[in-house]
């Protein structure tokens, strides 16, 4: 199988900063990989895919970018809404695997 | 405005059996790949199974493989989850979830979910 592991697995930010996770993959992917976040209690809900597509309702601070083996998620200027825990995804081979998770929270 | 709504979670011993159902609306469900997740207590996602929209592609993760089958209906809109043999190691909420592209058949990206069914495995 192959192993996504994300950094960092905690990150603590205000509200405006820059924060950049990554996602490092265990084989090439290509650039079969996704984003979610999740909130407590709630079911994880789709950011990006195919690497660097925003999903269409997500806001433009959101990016992603990378290939192969490293990916990166960016909030550009982090909102109260994106305090969540945040997970890659790769698409590229059966069974499809998820990272550890980043949790981000309020500095 | 696309909803999943999931049902028949609980609590079960060991070796029991379940079926999950996932009610699909707001959507072409015919024409979409489904999935299951899950999420045990406490940790990260998992990817369990996915049917494609005809039914003529099924996949599931190793750990559940001879003992989950998945299915559809496309005429009721509905997705099933039949758990045999059922383990500790199963309790997880569980989530269905569409592909978010209906183009792209089996592409694991999973653009609406439903709010999960909580299986708890203990005797």
């Not at chain 1, 997500?58 to 960016?74: A, H, I, K």
């Not at chain 2, 209906?102 to 203990?122: F, H, I, K, P």
Request: glycine letters at 10%; proline letters at 3%; hydrophobic letters at 30%.
């Amino acid at each position: 199988d192959i192993q996504l592991t994300q950094s960092p697995s905690f990150l603590s930010a205000s509200v405006g900063d820059r924060v950049t996770i990554t996602c490092r993959a265990s084989q090439g992917i290509r650039n079969s990989l996704a984003w979610y976040h999740q909130k407590p209690g709630k079911a994880p809900y789709l950011l990006i895919y195919d690497a660097s597509t925003l999903k269409s309702d997500v806001p433009s601070r959101f990016s992603g970018s990378g290939s192969g083996t490293e990916f990166t998620l960016t909030i550009r200027s982090l909102q109260a809404e994106d305090f969540a825990t945040y997970y890659c995804q790769q698409v590229n081979t059966y069974p499809w695997t998820f990272g550890q998770g980043t949790k981000v929270e309020i500095k | 405005e696309d909803q999943l709504v999931e049902s028949g979670g609980g609590l079960v011993k060991p070796g029991g059996s379940l079926r999950l159902s996932c009610a699909a609306s707001g959507f072409a469900f015919s024409v979409y790949t489904m999935n299951w997740f899950r999420q045990a207590p406490g940790r990260g996602l998992e990817w369990v199974s996915s049917i494609s929209s005809s039914s003529e592609s099924i996949y599931y993760t190793d750990s559940v493989k001879g003992r989950f089958t998945v299915s559809r209906d496309n005429a009721k809109n509905s997705l099933f989850l039949h758990m045999n043999s059922l383990r500790a190691e199963d309790t997880a909420v569980y989530y269905c979830a569409r592909d978010y592209l209906y183009y792209r058949e089996n592409s694991g990206v999973a653009g609406s979910w439903g709010q999960g069914t909580l299986v708890t495995v203990s005797s």
